[in-house]
Structures are given as structure tokens and as C-alpha cells.
């Protein structure tokens, strides 16, 4: 299990990486966690603070997974503007229902 979560780790800080390498407009990229944890199945949740996003609220996207570019688990991506994000804090985000809490700051320079 504990090789699993380092892999889902991995994998989290990975993408949050090339994300703010090719949006330069992407400040922040939080994971985030459920009451269901980071299980094999569960996706892999991420919060981007990206300047210039609309403020149009939580709208998660979603992602199935895509081993050719070396993200196997499915993936949540959820933007906020940084003035939401200033507004909010890291407060826990209510999605369909589940609790999802603020992790580490991934990609963190």
C-alpha cells in the first residue's frame, strides 16, 4: 500500500509539474484528498490557482487515465483564480456530495 501511495505521489507531482512548465499562468497546484483516501481506483485530485481562470465557482474536469504519457490512475482537475483561492483559503472543497481536503502544495519552487 505504502508503494501504491508513493507511485500515486509521483504521479500527482508529475503532472502538476508539466503543468505550470507549459501554463505559465498556473501559480499554485495543491493535491487534494478524499474520505476515500488515495486508493488504486480513487483519482488522483489536484486543485490548479491559475491566473486569468474565469471565477465561475468549483467546476471539476475530469480525466480518464492515459498511460502513454505516464498518468495511470484517473485524474480531477479542479482550477480556481487566485482571488478565489485568496477568498476561500485551503478549506475543504465540497464536490457531488464528498469532502475533498487540501494536501501538499505539489510543484512548489
Do not use: C
Not at 501511495?5 to 487534494?32: G, M, N, S, Y
Not at 498511460?67 to 475543504?92: C, H, N, T, W
Request: hydrophobic share 40%; net charge neutral.
Amino acid at each position: 500500500m505504502a508503494t501504491l501511495l508513493k507511485h500515486r505521489r509521483e504521479v500527482a507531482e508529475q503532472v502538476a509539474q508539466r503543468h505550470k512548465t507549459i501554463d505559465p499562468f498556473v501559480l499554485q497546484v495543491f493535491q487534494l484528498t478524499s474520505k476515500d483516501g488515495e486508493r488504486g481506483a480513487e483519482p488522483i485530485k489536484l486543485l490548479e490557482v491559475v491566473d486569468g481562470t474565469p471565477e465561475i465557482g468549483i467546476q471539476p474536469v475530469y480525466f480518464l487515465p492515459d498511460s502513454k504519457r505516464g498518468v495511470p490512475y484517473p485524474l480531477v482537475i479542479v482550477e480556481i483564480s487566485p482571488a478565489e483561492f485568496r477568498q476561500r483559503g485551503r478549506r475543504s472543497i465540497r464536490i457531488n456530495g464528498d469532502t475533498w481536503k487540501f494536501g501538499d502544495e505539489l510543484a512548489a519552487q
